[in-house]
């Protein structure tokens, strides 16, 4: 069955440092891979997508990787701060359905300032 | 744009009551999502429709779970008999259509079944 795995234990940091959270997944190709943030009490928000054929993909200070040979994601936050501290899920798309995500269960980030 | 709208924010009932979420999408958007989220399981998809059609049910945990979206601006979740083991937060969310995968999420129900 799909798998997707996260860094199960929080991930503290010094403000100012790079953050890099990892998803890897099991037993499929997912075609596109998202990431978003949780903030407690609240819905998760869209970050970034990345598909199949894209190696990494950027948006402001955040930087995804996607390595299909692997089957892992990097998601990179550079130059961090404390409004940066939330709970980051990865959700690949599942296989053979471009809607249906399957979620993993999140990595605490703190940023220390 | 309002976001999507999910209705009531906190539900607190007794085992065996039947309890009725709901929610409300983003205007234009063509698919909608409904999910569970605990501390163990994480977010788990229950079901989701297309243009108010149930596309993938194989999520919803048993009989007493079902859903319904007869129109494009609404739809609920219906739990009964409700259970202590059905307390979670319960999250709606909506996409838009065509290529975008995104998902908009709304705020959650906050559900507690003593």
């Known amino acids: 069955s799909q798998k997707i795995e996260q860094n199960s234990e929080a991930l503290n940091i010094q403000e100012g440092k790079t953050a890099t959270l990892t998803c890897n997944y099991t037993?499929?190709?997912?075609?596109?891979l998202q990431w978003y943030r949780q903030d407690p009490g609240r819905g998760p928000v869209f970050l970034l997508l990345?598909?199949?054929n894209e190696k990494e993909k950027r948006k402001e200070r955040l930087k995804v990787t996607f390595d299909t040979t692997l089957k892992q994601s990097l998601f990179h936050i550079t130059a961090s701060q404390p409004a940066d501290s939330a709970t980051y899920l990865c959700a690949p798309a599942g296989a053979g359905n471009n809607r249906k995500l399957i979620w993993g269960l999140g990595t605490s980030l703190a940023v220390n300032p | 744009d309002a976001g999507v709208i999910q209705s009531p924010r906190h539900e607190v009932t007794e085992m065996g009551q039947e309890v009725t979420l709901r929610c409300k999408p983003i205007s234009g958007h063509d698919y909608l999502f409904w999910y569970r989220q605990t501390m163990m399981r994480g977010l788990e998809l229950l079901i989701y429709?297309?243009?108010?059609?149930?596309?993938?049910d194989s999520g919803m945990p048993e009989d007493r779970f079902s859903a319904k979206m007869p129109n494009a601006s609404f739809s609920t979740l219906k739990i009964q008999p409700s259970e202590p083991r059905d307390s979670a937060v319960y999250f709606c969310?909506?996409?838009?259509?065509?290529?975008?995968?995104?998902?908009?999420f709304g705020p959650g129900t906050r559900l507690l079944v003593l």
């Open positions: 969310a909506s996409s838009i259509p065509g290529t975008q995968e995104t998902q908009y």
């Open positions: 037993n499929y190709s997912p075609a596109y």
């Open positions: 429709f297309n243009n108010n059609v149930p596309i993938d």
């Open positions: 990345i598909r199949e």
